[in-house]
C-alpha cells in the first residue's frame, strides 16, 4: 500500500525549542533536525511528511487572527498534495487557533491536527514524541475531516479543546464533548466520524481582527468597570456569567448591556463553570439578561465563541444574521 504523506507546519512552541543557558529558546531548523534524526517517525508505519518551519517562528503568546490566517493559507497551498496536516503550536493559545481554523475551513475532507508539547522534543521525558507521532499516525490512518487538537493520547474537536492545566501532561480537556478519538494500546474513534471522501475544493474564509470585548463578573463588580468596556469601540461583548447565565439585577448594570445592545453591539452569555451550558430561561436573573438583548453562548468554550465572532464579523454580515449564527452550531461547537 502507497504510504501516506503529511504536511507539518511548525508554526514554534515548546515542541521545538533546544536548551540554553537562557532557558528553552526557539532556533531555526531544530525542530526539523530533531524529528528527521529519530527513528521513530520514519519506520514502515508511519506517513511520509514534510516539514515547514514558519520564519520567523510564532511564540503562541503572540499568536492573533493575521497569523490564522497565515496557518490557513499555508495548508489551503498544500491541500491537494497531501493525506493530511498537522500544525504543531505552542500550548498557550492552541485551543483559539484550532477553534479558528475550524470556522475558517469550508469543505474540509481532510484532517487537520494541532498539537504541541510541554517540554521540548529533544529533552528527556518530552511528551512532544508522543503527541506528534500520534497525530502524524492520526492523519495518515484516520482521516477525521475537521480541525482537532491532539494532546495526551486524545484527539479534540478543535473549538470543543480549552487549556486546562497549565503544566501538567494532560493540559487540554473537552468538558461538553467527549474526544473525537482516544489513543491507548488500540485506537479508538468516540465522537470522531471519518471523511466519506467527497471531493471538494476547500474554502477558506479570510478572517481579519475584530474588537471583542470579555467581561468575567464577579460579586460587587463596579458598574464603572463594565461601562469602560461596553463604551469603547467593541463590536461584542462576552459575558461570563454565573452558573446557568447569571447575572446582578442592578438597574444600572441591566441599562448599561441594553444601551450596548441597541448601539449594534453583540452581547453574548457564557457561564464561568468548567462544563455545563447557559439557559437564560431557568432564573429570573437570567431573563433579565434576555431583556436587555443578551444571546446564550450554550455550552461553547470562550476561545470557540472568540473565534466565531472573528469569523462571523469578518464577513460583514447584517447584525441580526451574526445574533442568529452565533447560536447556531456551524462546525460542532454547540451542543444542540
Known amino acids: 500500500m502507497k504510504r501516506k504523506k503529511i504536511y507539518i507546519a511548525y508554526t514554534g512552541g515548546t515542541i521545538g525549542m533546544k536548551q540554553s543557558s537562557r532557558g528553552y529558546i526557539p ?6 533536525e530533531t524529528v528527521k534524526n529519530n527513528a521513530e517517525f520514519t519506520r514502515e508505519e508511519m506517513p511520509l511528511f514534510d516539514i515547514h518551519e514558519y520564519s520567523p517562528l510564532i511564540d503562541s503568546s503572540d499568536m492573533s487572527p493575521y497569523h490564522w490566517q497565515i496557518i490557513a493559507d499555508d495548508i489551503k497551498a498544500k491541500y491537494d498534495q497531501y493525506d493530511g496536516f498537522v500544525v504543531l503550536h505552542g500550548t ?6 484550532a477553534s479558528a481554523l475550524s470556522f475558517m475551513f469550508e469543505n474540509l475532507t481532510k484532517p487537520v491536527i494541532v498539537t504541541g508539547s510541554q517540554i521540548p522534543l529533544s529533552q528527556l521525558r518530552s511528551d512532544g514524541q508522543v503527541n506528534l507521532l500520534n497525530a502524524m499516525y492520526l492523519a495518515a490512518n484516520y482521516p477525521i475531516a475537521e480541525v482537532s487538537l491532539f494532546f495526551n493520547n486524545k484527539l479534540f474537536r478543535g473549538n470543543r479543546a480549552t487549556k486546562a492545566h497549565a503544566d501538567g501532561f494532560d493540559a487540554f480537556s473537552s468538558p461538553n464533548l467527549q474526544p ?7 485506537i479508538k474513534l468516540k465522537e470522531g466520524k471519518l471523511s466519506p471522501y467527497v471531493e471538494q475544493a476547500l474554502q477558506v474564509t479570510p478572517i481579519t481582527p475584530q474588537p471583542i470585548g470579555v467581561l468575567y463578573l464577579y460579586p460587587g463588580i463596579n458598574i464603572d468597570i463594565i461601562n469602560n468596556i461596553l ?3 467593541i463590536r461584542a461583548l462576552i ?4 452558573g446557568v447565565g447569571n447575572a446582578p439585577q442592578q438597574t444600572l448594570f441591566l441599562e448599561a448591556l441594553k444601551a450596548a445592545y441597541d448601539r449594534g453591539v453583540v452581547l453574548i452569555n457564557l457561564t464561568q463553570c468548567i462544563q455545563g451550558q447557559v439557559n437564560m430561561g431557568g432564573y429570573a436573573t437570567g431573563n433579565a439578561l434576555i431583556n436587555c438583548g443578551v444571546i446564550s453562548g450554550y455550552d461553547m468554550t470562550l ?3 472568540i473565534a466565531k465572532l472573528h469569523y462571523l464579523f469578518s464577513q460583514e454580515l447584517e447584525l441580526e444574521t451574526v445574533r442568529h449564527l452565533m447560536q447556531d452550531s456551524l462546525r460542532g461547537e454547540i451542543t444542540r
Open 231 to 233: 463604551e469603547g469601540d
Open 239 to 242: 459575558l461570563l456569567s454565573f
Open 92 to 97: 498557550d493559545t492552541m485551543a483559539y487557533t
Open 180 to 186: 473525537l478519538a482516544q489513543s491507548g494500546i488500540s
Open 27 to 32: 532556533a531555526e531548523g531544530y525542530l526539523t
Open 303 to 305: 476561545e470557540a465563541c
